[in-house]
């Protein structure tokens, strides 16, 4: 009974040793930089929310927020890398759109988003534009559809790879227009925004960040944004879903931590993130660059996940997209 009462109060003590030892490093909490990994190379999307924020993260921590880009294989090796990582707080992950395709579009994973991590925020939305090169003569999308109509699988669209977020607001275009766009796979969003500047195909759903600087240069002409509503920044250009009601197509990037990362850490990254969130000069730098500021929480995150990952599985299979 004594070795019982014994391994009891170890068992107890052991716990509140635990609990306050944790307490106390989240207090503490950074104590050293901070590594942010990113799945995707520098110039992407989840690279450009994550530098937007990096400097002022650094400012009210105190501490240097390293950013280490790990692209490769569609996003799923810098996940890995992140999903190995030390659960300690000081290896971070910023998840994105890839993550919620790759659940589909990949039979076997080394990774599962939702066990080998935990959520802590969604940062930032980011919708893409529908453009043409200037010498396709169309001057809205109801023109884009008439003239895809009219020559099918003869108007081309770029993509920065099959199974990309480019990729599937060309296919969710072409399902819910009722037209047939031939598509050709580049290896990137560089070189297929190069692609479409120099007329070697004939549309691209480009993120905004990169591509509204060559529509403002007159080297593309921009039809609609891919968002439920038209944008603040770019009120004249309509949103696709007024031609075509439901559409929607926005990438993401969310902040995500390894599982079994002290929930008072988590608290304490998302709290720091709504507040850097909410600096006007961040907002307008996110802004500029095309974002719609979200610093939703854990729960939100987790939220949009699930429902990011039904509407690329329904997609997948609609398109008969093989699995990798």
């Avoid at 790990?70 to 994105?96: Q, V």
């Avoid at 534009?129 to 108007?155: F, M, N, Q």
């Avoid at 759903?205 to 403002?216: E, K, N, Q």
């Avoid at 995150?301 to 429902?307: D, G, K, Q």
Wanted: with cysteine.
């Amino acid at each position: 009974m004594k070795s019982h009462r014994g391994l009891a109060f170890a068992i107890v003590l052991a716990s509140v040793m635990c609990m306050a030892v944790t307490s106390a490093a989240a207090q503490g909490y950074p104590v050293k930089p901070v590594r942010v990994l990113i799945a995707s190379s520098a110039g992407s999307n989840p690279d450009t929310v994550t530098r937007a924020i990096a400097g002022d993260l650094s400012r009210v921590w105190g501490q240097q927020v390293v950013v280490d880009n790990r692209a490769g294989a569609g996003g799923n090796i810098g996940a890995e890398i992140a999903a190995r990582a030390p659960a300690d707080g000081y290896s971070l992950f910023m998840a994105h759109t890839n993550h919620t395709i790759n659940a589909s579009l990949y039979r076997k994973l080394t990774y599962d988003l939702a066990s080998d991590f935990v959520p802590i925020s969604l940062v930032a939305l980011s919708p893409f534009v529908a453009t043409v090169h200037p010498s396709v003569p169309v001057r809205s999308l109801r023109d884009l559809i008439a003239l895809a109509r009219s020559r099918p699988g003869d108007l081309t669209y770029a993509s920065a790879g099959t199974g990309s977020g480019t990729f599937f607001c060309a296919e969710y275009f072409n399902g819910m227009a009722g037209v047939k766009m031939l598509h050709v796979a580049y290896k990137g969003g560089g070189p297929a925004l190069t692609a479409i500047v120099s007329g070697e195909t004939s549309v691209y759903f480009t993120p905004i960040a990169t591509g509204m600087p060559h529509v403002r240069a007159g080297k593309l002409r921009a039809l609609g944004v891919t968002s439920a509503k038209r944008l603040p920044e770019t009120p004249d250009l309509p949103a696709i879903a007024e031609t075509l009601p439901g559409y929607e197509m926005q990438s993401w990037a969310g902040m995500m931590a390894p599982t079994k990362t002290p929930q008072p850490i988590i608290d304490s990254v998302h709290k720091t993130i709504v507040v850097v969130l909410a600096m006007p000069d961040v907002r307008k730098r996110m802004s500029e660059l095309g974002y719609i500021v979200v610093g939703g929480g854990p729960d939100a995150l987790a939220a949009h996940i699930r429902t990011e990952t039904e509407r690329y599985a329904k997609l997948i299979r609609q398109i008969g997209l093989p699995q990798q």
